[in-house]
């Protein structure tokens, strides 16, 4: 069971937006910044957003992130086919010293 | 651009040591303020962090494993290792290695399965 809490699934059909939320506690999400990170089939996770809503070099401004309290979110506007993946959070937890992860959400274009 | 490239046996025996190793490119693993991470992830699941080092050869394990982890940086290869002990059929997963700057970790191998079974 992860640390984070993210829906298993979310759905969408072309040009749509759909967004993804993530739940910790004041340990990890309440105390510090929340990464996204994007894993196609068969492939390394990537990172997409940082530091709570800072996209890397190349990642499209249609992926944005929020955080407020012990909650975060992630959403993808004008969703697209390739846009088809596992979509985890992650922040580092000051009880662990280490970072923790959601469980993954799997977006479905449809 | 840093590159990650983890290398070790596919197939380990339950109760034995699983042993890993990550070969740094395009960066070393001697510069400060970077941590050297062990991440796996399980058949079908989320991402599990295992633990790090940093060049100074400090580390920090998940509490979970910490009893049979053991992450040793080797910089005149440029790698770092992970070491598990008595593994179990719940060990199988794919390794990654990745470099941590913070509290984030941008940089991925391209991962490595290992499976556990006699």
């Known amino acids: 069971q992860s640390v984070l809490t993210q829906p298993p699934s979310a759905s969408g059909t072309p040009g749509q937006r759909v967004t993804i939320s993530c739940s910790g506690s004041?340990?990890?999400?309440?105390?510090?910044?929340v990464n996204w990170y994007l894993q196609l089939p068969g492939t390394a996770p990537k990172l997409l957003i940082q530091?709570?809503?800072q996209r890397p070099s190349g990642v499209p401004d249609r992926f944005s992130a929020s955080k407020s309290g012990t909650s975060a979110s992630l959403a993808i506007s004008g969703l697209q086919s390739e846009d088809e993946a596992d979509y985890y959070c992650?922040?580092?937890?000051?009880?662990?010293?280490?970072?923790?992860f959601g469980g993954g959400t799997k977006v479905t274009v449809l | 651009q840093v590159q990650l490239q983890e290398s070790g046996p596919g197939l380990v025996k339950p109760s034995q040591t699983l042993s890993l190793t990550c070969t740094v490119s395009?960066?070393?693993?001697?510069?400060?303020?970077?941590?050297w991470n062990w991440i796996r992830q399980h058949p079908e699941k989320g991402l599990e962090w295992i633990g790090y080092i940093y060049h100074s050869g400090d580390t920090y394990y998940n509490p979970s494993l910490k009893s049979r982890v053991t992450i040793s940086v080797d910089t005149s290869k440029n790698q770092f290792s992970l070491k598990l002990s008595s593994v179990t059929a719940a060990d199988t997963a794919i390794y990654y290695c990745?470099?941590?700057?913070?509290?984030?970790?941008?940089?991925w191998g391209q991962g490595t399965l290992v499976t556990v079974s006699s």
């Open positions: 990745a470099r941590g700057r913070g509290t984030v970790a941008p940089d």
């Open positions: 004041n340990s990890n999400i309440g105390s510090n910044t």
């Open positions: 530091s709570n809503d």
């Open positions: 395009g960066g070393s693993v001697s510069i400060a303020g970077y941590s």
């Open positions: 992650a922040a580092w937890d000051d009880s662990l010293l280490g970072p923790v």
